[in-house]
């Protein structure tokens, strides 16, 4: 037995050294950055570079984009997906083209989508050929405000397959009896939904939705190909700010502006799994 178990962590040995590599040390090799000074004396400054970089005004207006687009897409792509998985369900063996054709955005490469998204919503592209037909006036969709629904859409087409397949698989565990005797009591669809399905499915719900907002902090390459390293204020995300500041080798700012992003993220995600944890006990 112990000679197996050597033979694990041995195998397992390139993926550790990968993650310490590559994760671990830059981690605190990052901490160890934002608290010093970035001269060539490298003196420690303690707390300095976190309040001057949060009192910075990029800093700010990224922190509120990349929080607003956040609220925007998660809790849509949440629900979109609990509602095509309860959908699909009742079509049974007919939904495997339908479950194939919106887990397909997930896989095509973003360089892709993104000519796709370019070709739609330019000036003279689909969309906007579509409200000249239906008698509405052109809209540049690629520039300032009106670029948040073009990126909204673009996450949601992308990842709304995925995460309807994890819904898809939990909902396959909810035993029929249950739609049975609701249908004979009189509930209708959408209560069998929110009152049957996703009480049965809550813990897979929650990790779709963590994930949901895990990959919207991600939505910052589609903006950058867009938009550039300076889009419109209104989709100036707070990846826009690092990304500028490292091309600047202003890692100081950079580290800061990353561990204080962090620790809002860790806060939102504790308090996400202390109400799961407080809302599955009263629910046994």
């Not at 995925?162 to 009189?186: D, I, K, N, R, T």
């Not at 929110?194 to 499915?201: D, E, G």
């Not at 962090?262 to 996400?272: D, I, N, Q, S, Y």
Request: hydrophobic share 55%.
């Amino acid at each position: 037995m112990f000679r197996k178990k050597k033979i694990v962590f041995l195998l397992l040995l390139p993926g550790l050294l990968g993650l310490l590599a590559f994760y671990v040390v830059p981690f605190f090799g990052g901490i160890y950055f934002s608290v010093m000074d970035g001269t060539f004396e490298n003196q420690f400054v303690g707390i300095d570079n976190y309040v001057r970089v949060f009192q910075n005004r990029m800093f700010q207006l990224g922190l509120k984009n990349t929080w607003t687009l956040s609220l925007m897409c998660a809790p849509t792509i949440w629900l979109l997906s609990f509602l095509l998985a309860a959908m699909l369900k009742t079509l049974k063996e007919r939904s495997t083209t339908f479950r194939n054709l919106l887990l397909l955005p997930y896989l095509m490469p973003s360089s892709a989508m993104l000519l796709i998204w370019l070709i739609m919503f330019d000036y003279g592209g689909v969309w906007n050929r579509l409200a000249v037909a239906l008698g509405y006036e052109r809209v540049l969709w690629l520039e300032g405000s009106a670029l948040r629904f073009p990126i909204v859409l673009l996450y949601v087409w992308k990842n709304l397959g995925f995460s309807m397949v994890l819904f898809s698989s939990a909902l396959s565990a909810v035993h029929p009896s249950l739609y049975e005797y609701a249908s004979l009591e009189g509930a209708g669809w959408w209560t069998q939904a929110f009152r049957i399905t996703l009480p049965q499915v809550w813990p897979t719900a929650f990790l779709v939705f963590v994930l949901a907002w895990v990959n919207a902090f991600k939505i910052f390459k589609e903006v950058y190909f867009i938009g550039g390293s300076y889009p419109a204020e209104e989709i100036y995300t707070l990846q826009h700010y690092m990304n500028n500041k490292f091309s600047r080798l202003e890692y100081q700012d950079v580290t800061s502006a990353a561990y204080m992003f962090e620790l809002g993220v860790m806060v939102l995600f504790a308090m996400m799994y202390l109400s799961k944890a407080v809302r599955s006990p009263s629910e046994s």
